[in-house]
């Protein structure tokens, strides 16, 4: 037997449980119930519902896209740094809660942040009123950004961590100051793991499902609730088409976004999908 | 890099602002675990209560096994397919190992909620109930790939001439595969091994779509006692969680290390 | 002496036996496995214990979140269940589609106990298919600290004076119907015009921000906490809100609401359909009747528990509404036939 038939049980495997799925999706996508070929299942999306939907997605994905960046790209920079005397515990512990099942993080947060919750008791506790949270477009997007940083952290640093410092101090020896450095040298060296981080947190977060239904008391649903309320709830007897045409197109979004990702950093410098 | 005074305050300041965002929401979760009073806004002493409850729930003891059978099934499967289509990959012409690992990378692009979706379409086309086996079986899909993804370095860093020195001395090749091989690439398969477990303990979306209520797991149980107001039993359950898979990071973590090292 | 002690020692060896005999012969289904399919929060668990030890049936207890979620699971095929618990126009639904079975009404001597006015329903003639577990309301939940007036209408969901702390219910029957029911229109509309208004008065009340959330069960602590002024709700949860806060009043809006009555079934694709329908059973005998009420909250249809009800919890309008205010409530019908406007409507409304 030769070697290479080893990996027949993963072809196999693979095939039927990642691939022939995905073309199930688009073979429910083109088709109606009984099984014609249509393309009705997208003129849906002319519906203004979808259009909110998909705006409001993208909206708070970019929202909380840049709010990760602005925190995460400093955060990775000063991890990249020499300075501190623990750096590599500091990596782990600002990588660790990415390892956290997505709903805990969620359910931590509403601990925290719930009108009887424990940020009111602090604030009450020293005489400040209570703040209004949960409900919130600023829930969500806190919300988001806290499941998420950690996924522009990551790349930004794996970036940094392997720049050549040396290029640095030839700028900085050349009389160039520490602001024209970051931003003359440091960043544009780090783009493909800005690139990379933002797309690992942009696909995610736009495709998020229960996080912001969770935290907006079901008054802000994303693309992701979406879908799942078309599957796992809708009484409308195309929902699986419909659905899947909806998932398709979040698909399609994805794909284009990673072939822009492939495009900016070739040679995948900034650390992988994962 | 030349750091004035001011600036490294500033940076001690923004990681120590960092960890606050990210851990306060978790440390305030353990610590609800442990409180007497159901209420969120005050602690009214130490208990275990809670914990004790966990272990007397039928619902939340048979989610917990249902995750961790799923979790040991997915993973050993995941690990024996993964590891035999790593070292059959790399036997390939390059060509035809690109298209076999690019396969692996659809799983890790696609959405949870499309990929959820679509085995869930499948597993009620082929009428196929949903339930403990149906989301195994999702597992081991998005499973392999972690496992492949960590023998490959290993293979590639191997000997080539290890193996064909095995043949050449008369070694048959299933032989030369465990007495060779496998042995080489073990610290690999340990690690995919290890990240396989935690991700399918991990897992929230991919189950949620490919299972049913009638074989929860815990992240399960967890979604839906959100949507029915806040039970400390679940800050409990949660905190358990966070521990195991903290453990299992460890593990790794030194898994890792103590190879850069060897 | 010896000899006496080993006769009675072998008569009680026979005796143990026969009863242990007798207990088998009582046990008929002993070892069944039954998956009961019902709501979150929605029995009190200790009686699937005393089943349990009677019986020698294994109870599997199931959770779902609503009507329409069950619906999916069993319709799909998804999974066997013996025992579900779905509403009355969602039975009738299900007995529309030939989802559920046929009771062998012999089996359910208990039947007598129900009360006679939720005997033969509309939406199941003669309950041939379901047998009443628990009835009750749709109503508002108030604070009577934080809303001055008292409430008598369902227009009250637009107050702006409590903008953010008016909670509406994730449920599409419910919140679309109270929107017709304001309207002026049956809760159970086929008529595209009705259910469009339905829909703009709706989006209108999302849009003018008053609208604190759309959830379930999270608001009867919410009410209990002093979270909120106001609440859609179920008369069981009202009760279980009210129990844990003196300032809730319970009403039902003058324009009318809506009567429910949730039923055990047995879906036709059950393989243990006596031993369901003796759940069934179980379930209506007068003291399991009065544990489950206690601990749901609920209304049980059980005459016995009624009988039994304290003097305040007679004149309580969640727990026993005056037959003037249940002749303006309507029970809600299938509208599968128009589902997909509702679906629609409801999916403006939420996303």
Redesign the interface.
């Known amino acids: 037997?030769?070697?290479?038939?080893?990996?027949?049980?993963?072809?196999l495997?693979?095939?039927l449980?990642?691939?022939?799925?995905?073309l199930?999706?688009c073979w429910?996508a083109f088709t109606t119930p009984e099984g014609a070929f249509t393309l009705t299942n997208f003129q849906e999306f002319a519906k203004?519902?979808?259009a909110?939907?998909i705006l409001r997605s993208l909206k708070h994905a970019l929202y909380c896209t840049v709010l990760c960046l602005v925190?995460g790209y400093?955060?990775a920079y000063?991890?990249a740094?020499?300075?501190?005397n623990h750096t590599q515990s500091?990596v782990?512990?600002?990588l660790?809660?990415m390892?956290?099942?997505?709903?805990?993080?969620?359910?931590?947060?509403?601990?925290?942040l719930?009108?009887?919750?424990?940020l009111?008791?602090a604030l009450?506790a020293i005489g400040l009123p209570k703040v209004?949270v949960i409900?919130t477009e600023g829930a969500v997007v806190m919300g988001l950004v806290?499941n998420y940083?950690?996924f522009m952290v990551l790349p930004i640093y794996t970036v940094l961590k392997k720049m050549d410092?040396s290029v640095?101090e030839a700028a900085?020896d050349l009389g160039c100051n520490?602001l024209r450095v970051v931003t003359r040298v440091v960043i544009p060296m780090s783009l493909p793991g800005i690139v990379s981080g933002i797309t690992m947190v942009f696909?995610?977060a736009v495709?998020s499902?229960?996080i912001s239904t969770?935290l907006?008391?079901?008054?802000l649903?994303l693309a992701?609730?979406?879908?799942?309320?078309i599957?796992?709830?809708?009484?409308?007897?195309n929902r699986?088409n419909i659905?899947?045409s909806f998932?398709l197109m979040?698909?399609v979004l994805?794909?284009i976004s990673?072939g822009f990702l492939r495009k900016v950093d070739p040679d995948n410098e900034g650390g992988g999908?994962? | 890099m030349r750091n004035s005074r001011g600036v490294r305050t500033f940076r001690t300041v923004w990681m120590a602002l960092v960890l606050i965002f990210l851990y306060a929401p978790i440390l305030v979760m353990i610590a609800l675990s442990f409180n007497a009073s159901v209420s969120r806004s005050q602690w009214t002493g130490f208990t275990l209560d809670w914990y004790v409850k966990v272990f007397h729930d039928p619902s939340i003891l048979g989610a917990l096994r249902t995750t961790v059978e799923v979790a040991v099934i997915a993973t050993v499967v995941s690990t024996v397919i993964g590891t035999l289509g790593a070292i059959g990959m790399h036997a390939m012409n390059t060509n035809m190992a690109n298209v076999l690992i690019n396969v692996s990378y659809l799983p890790m692009t696609t959405p949870d909620i499309v990929t959820g979706v679509s085995l869930m379409l499948m597993f009620l086309f082929a009428k196929v109930p949903l339930g403990k086996w149906t989301m195994i079986m999702a597992h081991i899909a998005f499973d392999i790939p972690y496992v492949l993804f960590s023998v490959m370095p290993k293979l590639r860093q191997m000997n080539p001439n290890l193996y064909e020195a095995a043949l050449d001395l008369g070694c048959h090749p299933l032989k030369a595969l465990y007495k060779v091989i496998i042995p080489e690439i073990m610290p690999g398969i340990f690690t995919g091994t290890l990240l396989a477990f935690t991700m399918s303990l991990d897992d929230f979306v991919i189950s949620y779509f490919t299972s049913s209520d009638m074989y929860p797991n815990l992240s399960r149980i967890v979604y839906s006692s959100t949507k029915l107001g806040v039970k400390p039993t679940m800050y409990a359950v949660s905190t358990m969680m966070f521990v195991s898979i903290l453990l299992l990071l460890v593990l790794i973590n030194r898994r890792t290390k103590l190879e850069d090292m060897g | 002496m010896k000899k006496i002690a080993i006769i009675l020692l072998v008569a009680l060896l026979v005796g143990a036996l026969s009863t242990a005999a007798l207990a088998e012969a009582d046990k008929p289904f002993a070892g069944t496995e039954l998956k009961v399919y019902n709501c979150y929060d929605y029995i009190d668990e200790a009686v699937l214990d005393i089943f349990e030890e009677e019986t020698g049936i294994h109870v599997n207890y199931l959770n779902y979140i609503d009507n329409e979620a069950l619906y999916t699971r069993v319709s799909t095929g998804a999974e066997v269940y013996d025992v579900i618990v779905p509403s009355d126009y969602m039975i009738e639904r299900l007995i529309k589609e030939d989802l559920i079975a046929e009771l062998d009404l012999s089996n359910i001597p208990n039947l007598e106990n129900v009360l006679p006015s939720l005997l033969d329903p509309t939406y199941d003639p003669g309950n041939a298919h379901s047998i009443p577990y628990m009835w009750g309301t749709l109503g508002i939940v108030y604070n009577t600290e934080m809303v001055a007036e008292p409430i008598t209408s369902w227009t009250a969901l637009l107050d702006e004076n409590y903008a953010g702390k008016i909670f509406m219910m994730d449920s599409v029957r419910d919140t679309i119907g109270l929107a017709l029911k304001t309207l002026g229109y049956s809760m159970n509309s086929h008529d595209e015009d009705e259910l469009a208004q339905a829909g703009e008065w709706l989006m209108a009340q999302r849009d003018s921000g008053v609208v604190g959330g759309y959830i379930l069960d999270q608001a009867k602590d919410m009410m209990a906490n002093d979270e909120a002024a106001m609440a859609v709700m179920y008369s069981g949860d009202a009760l279980y809100a009210m129990d844990k806060n003196d300032k809730l009043a319970y009403v039902i809006p003058d324009e009318g609401s809506n009567i429910w009555v949730d039923g055990m079934c047995v879906p036709k694709s059950s393989q243990n359909k006596e031993a369901a329908e003796c759940f069934i059973n179980f379930m209506c005998r007068p003291d399991i009747a009065q544990m489950n009420m206690e601990y749901i909250y609920y209304s049980s249809p059980i005459k016995q528990v009624v009988e039994n009800l304290g003097e305040e919890e007679l004149a309580s309008t969640a727990m026993n509404p005056t037959d003037e205010m249940v002749a303006r409530c309507e029970y809600y019908n299938d509208i599968s036939d128009v589902a997909y406007l509702y679906d629609d409507i409801w999916m403006d409304v939420l996303m």
């Open positions: 037997m030769k070697r290479s038939w080893y990996a027949s049980p993963y072809a495997w693979m095939l449980f990642a691939v022939v799925p995905l199930f999706v429910y203004p519902r979808y909110a939907v925190i400093p955060t000063f991890l740094g020499r300075g501190f500091l782990v512990l600002i660790l809660p390892w956290m099942n997505l709903l805990l993080r969620t359910y931590a947060m509403m601990t925290l719930d009108d009887n919750g424990v009111n008791a009450q209004k409900g806290y940083l950690p410092y640095i900085e520490p696909m995610p495709t499902f229960a969770l907006s008391n079901g008054k649903r992701g609730d979406l879908i799942d309320y599957f796992n709830q809708s009484s409308n007897p699986w659905g899947s998932s979040m698909l994805i794909l990673i999908l994962w």
